[in-house]
């Protein structure tokens, strides 16, 4: 029988087999995510995050964009985002953000959700044509507003 040198199991694609053989960041990550639960009268860690994200402190929220980056990182932490609801359609609302920085967050938080690997299985088709097109729109997007000009009296 064959035995595997350390290098070649290393090597495997495989995912881990359970949360504690994960990488430790990961692990982390995944712990403190959980334990906002029990800080916040049993809500969902991302509900808390939403709130915290619609304060109109931009600290505070570029703070939340990082954690949510990091979230979406991780194929638990984008199914749990597209699982909360209004998350993600507070992330597609360009008018949410007022700051270069937080367009610019909102967007590489998209970015990282659409390039995932699993995002065609967490997203329904409607929600990943919708994260794409925001993509593919870029991080500053504004639409154009044509409007009619009525002439004004006494200009001819």
């Given at each position: ?7 070649s199991k290393s090597a495997s694609s ?100 659409d390039a995932h690997p699993r995002s ?37």
């Amino acid at each position: 029988m064959e035995s595997k040198s350390p290098e070649s199991k290393s090597a495997s694609s495989d995912p881990p087999a359970s949360p504690s053989a994960a990488p430790s960041s990961t692990r982390l990550l995944r712990h403190f995510f959980s334990q906002l639960i029990s800080y916040n009268n049993g809500r969902q860690p991302l509900q808390v995050l939403l709130v915290l994200a619609k304060q109109p402190f931009e600290d505070m929220r570029e703070a939340v964009w990082k954690l949510v980056r990091a979230l979406v990182a991780q194929t638990w932490g984008l199914r749990t985002v597209v699982a909360t609801a209004g998350f993600l359609e507070y992330l597609l609302d360009r008018k949410t953000e007022f700051h270069v920085s937080g367009s610019q967050a909102k967007f590489d938080i998209l970015r990282a959700v659409d390039a995932h690997p699993r995002s065609k299985e967490l997203l329904s088709p409607a929600q990943r044509a919708q994260v794409h097109e925001y993509v593919r729109q870029g991080a500053h997007y504004s639409p154009l507003h044509v409007g009619v000009m009525a002439p004004v009296s006494g200009f001819k």
